[in-house]
């Protein structure tokens, strides 16, 4: 698995900063977590394997069991992405975002 390659996965003609967008666009706050007052930023590790889905997602740094399944399931139900390139073959790559959970 690679972190840095020749040519990284892109999502949606962007990058992990588009991804980062889409996420929090299709996130749902957890209602426990709301009502509670719970926030925060949850780190979540995930690759992008050679066919472009999303795997091996895992919480880094968690704020809430709440928050941090539902950070691991937005990240998980993404669209499929362009895979990363080494040596002009597509390559796992690993990934490493924040979350930010904010109220309004």
Not at 32 to 38: L, V
Not at 49 to 55: A, D, E, I, L, Y
Request: glycine share 10%.
């Amino acid at each position: 698995m690679f972190q840095i390659v020749e040519e990284p996965a892109s999502f949606q003609g962007g990058d992990v900063g588009t991804f980062r967008i889409w996420v929090q666009s299709n996130m749902v706050y957890p209602t426990a977590a709301s009502e509670a007052g719970i926030s925060g930023k949850v780190i979540v590790q995930f690759a992008v394997n050679s066919h472009g889905k999303v795997v091996d997602a895992k919480v880094l740094r968690g704020v809430h069991p709440e928050l941090d399944k539902e950070a691991v399931r937005c990240i998980l139900s993404s669209p499929s992405w362009a895979p990363g390139k080494q040596g002009g073959r597509a390559v796992k790559q690993q990934f490493v975002i924040p979350i930010i959970f904010q109220l309004q």
